[in-house]
């Protein structure tokens, strides 16, 4: 009887040893002792929780502001995020203030071309004939705004030249400090058929706002010849150009 015990023992024995083998075969031996791995996290969670310092330190040695790794990562992804667009809004805030600084569009950068920021000359020119060029050059250092046409008046005259809508430009003539716009006059008409002829001794050259007819600024009075310049009823002039051979030959 102890001898079949003895037998049976070592038969169990031989038994439960191919099991514990054949478990560890499958994989899920690993699963089963994988019971442990909460203990060794814990133990590596209680080495960072004292390290004597009173701050948490993962496994790594690493300090971390956050409840896990990921949570890290996370935190910082954010950040660079947050960082990234912060950085584009301000470079592109930055970006349209400097533009904006000296872009000659900007409203805010031009103002109306008048007789207190430029300087304006009349010369009668021999071709065409009976023709006079008006000259306003930006004296100020902003840009400026030659809009519509000059509005003439020789002495005390009491009506005001019309502008050839054939010369209408495209945009308004913008001037840059120190450049010159242009009008051109036409004083008489050469086959005689003006009315009301008369001689002007002093030229009032007036400048119109945003809208048509409104003031825009200061007028000016360019010096004439000595001897006056003659005119009629066909006097009419042509809306501010940006280049002098544009209206050249009108």
């Known amino acids: 009887m102890r001898t079949r015990r003895t037998h049976l023992l070592a038969v169990t024995g031989v038994a439960l040893t191919a099991l514990a083998l054949t478990a560890c075969g499958s994989g899920t031996g690993t699963r089963d002792e994988g019971a442990s791995t909460p203990a060794s996290k814990t133990s590596s969670t209680a080495a960072a929780t004292t390290d004597g310092k009173g701050t948490a330190v993962p496994a790594s040695g690493k300090s971390t502001g956050s409840g896990s790794t990921s949570g890290s990562s996370g935190s910082v992804k954010g950040a660079s995020t947050s960082s990234g667009s912060g950085s584009t809004g301000s470079s592109g805030s930055g970006s349209a203030g400097s533009g904006g600084s000296s872009d000659p569009t900007d409203p805010k950068n031009r103002v109306l071309c008048n007789g207190s920021n430029t300087k304006v000359t009349a010369q009668p020119v021999s071709r065409p004939l009976?023709?006079?060029?008006?000259?306003?050059?930006?004296?100020?250092?902003?840009?400026?705004?030659?809009?519509?046409?000059?509005?003439?008046?020789?002495?005390?005259?009491?009506?005001?030249?019309?502008?050839?809508?054939?010369?209408?430009?495209?945009?308004?003539?913008?001037?840059?400090?120190?450049?010159?716009?242009?009008?051109?006059?036409?004083?008489?008409?050469?086959?005689?058929?003006?009315?009301?002829?008369?001689?002007?001794?002093?030229?009032?050259?007036?400048?119109?706002?945003?809208?048509?007819?409104?003031?825009?600024?200061?007028?000016?009075?360019?010096?004439?010849?000595?001897?006056?310049?003659?005119?009629?009823?066909?006097?009419?002039?042509?809306?501010?150009?940006?280049?002098?051979?544009?209206?050249?030959?009108?």
């Open 130 to 250: 009976n023709h006079m060029l008006i000259t306003v050059r930006n004296t100020g250092s902003k840009y400026c705004d030659l809009t519509y046409f000059p509005v003439l008046r020789f002495d005390e005259m009491q009506w005001v030249p019309q502008a050839d809508e054939q010369t209408h430009p495209q945009a308004v003539t913008t001037l840059a400090p120190g450049e010159s716009g242009y009008a051109a006059v036409l004083l008489s008409a050469a086959d005689g058929s003006g009315e009301g002829g008369m001689t002007g001794h002093k030229l009032t050259v007036g400048f119109q706002g945003m809208t048509p007819n409104s003031s825009g600024g200061a007028s000016a009075t360019p010096a004439l010849p000595a001897k006056g310049v003659y005119y009629d009823s066909s006097l009419k002039v042509t809306y501010w150009q940006q280049n002098q051979d544009d209206i050249a030959g009108w």
